[in-house]
């Protein structure tokens, strides 16, 4: 377990931006990313490039991600890393060129989703609440709004969802006439149309009590565990896509312009919600 912190860059790239400082809310929230996995399906296509750093139009599309966040106002990011994880570190450092502050946990072996956060437990216990980001989806989304949603409904997590056409590839989730995770449908392969799961979560860090030692899914062994303490669905309609299947990754490709533009776009809280 590996982990590199440089808190004086957070403060650093803020001092430089060139806008009035305002304290906001998500400013608390670290955004953990989950980009070690082995990205096997995408492996014809980049045989010794961890997935995240596949490349969409000029950047990588992490760094799309990145711009998501930063533009929003999350600039704690933490980044669990994995297979070819060292690559990661060397082209992102400690954040101060995206003007955001870097941590690094690294998984020796595989943890699965779940055990790579419990992996970077040490490393949030300043966040009363932390966000989860697959490294691999990009979902059109306004992350204050989705912190507001999750702090009013006072659940132990929620989840941002998303309506597709081709539901069948990812298994939809199951929402109760409350809005609360009720349960997960699997895969059916078919192409029809449904609400599934973004892979964008927030969570309360008392989540951690939930989360079994060792490796673990996040979807398979924890949600269970944690739906009866209420989990609540933040349905969204923008842009969603993965880059997880080389058919997806072209898509990519195609819609790069609007990803990038969606993800620029900033967010201002609003009075009620400066601290």
């Keep these: 377990m590996v982990f590199h912190t440089d808190k004086g860059c957070f403060e650093d790239g803020l001092a430089q931006l060139n806008v009035p ?23 014809p296509i980049l045989p010794s490039t961890p997935k995240p750093l596949a490349s969409v ?16 106002g999350i600039r704690r990011l933490v980044m669990c890393t994995g297979y070819l994880g060292e690559q ?20 020796l072996s595989p943890q699965g989703t779940a055990g790579a956060i419990k992996l970077a437990q040490p490393i949030l216990q300043d966040s009363q609440d932390f966000l989860v980001m697959n490294g691999d989806s990009y979902l059109e989304v306004d992350l204050r709004q989705f912190i507001h949603f999750h702090r009013e409904h006072d659940g132990l997590g929620s ?6 056409n081709n539901a069948g590839r990812y298994g939809t989730v199951q929402i109760g006439s409350d809005g609360r995770v009720k349960g997960f449908s699997e895969k059916t ?46 349905e ?6 993965d880059i997880g299947t080389p058919e997806d990754y072209a ?14 776009l900033k967010q201002e809280c609003s009075d009620s919600e400066i601290e």
């Design 21 to 43: 400082r305002k304290k906001c809310a998500e400013e608390d929230v670290k955004a953990v990313l989950l980009v070690g996995g082995l990205g096997t399906r995408l492996h």
């Design 57 to 72: 139009g000029n950047q990588s599309f992490l760094e799309l991600l990145i711009w998501q966040l930063r533009s929003q």
């Design 88 to 107: 990661i570190e060397e082209m992102f450092g400690d954040g101060r060129t995206w003007d955001v502050a870097i941590e690094y946990s690294k998984e």
């Design 159 to 164: 989840m941002a969802v998303v309506k597709v």
């Design 189 to 234: 392969g078919r192409d029809a149309a449904g609400i599934v799961n973004a892979g964008i979560y927030i969570f309360n860090r008392s989540v951690f009590d939930y989360f079994p030692e060792g490796p673990a899914s996040l979807e398979k062994e924890v949600f269970p565990r944690i739906l009866p303490q209420s989990v609540y669905a933040f």
């Design 236 to 241: 969204q309609h923008g842009m969603f896509i």
């Design 251 to 264: 898509r990519a490709q195609v819609l790069r312009d609007k990803l990038y533009e969606t993800a620029s």
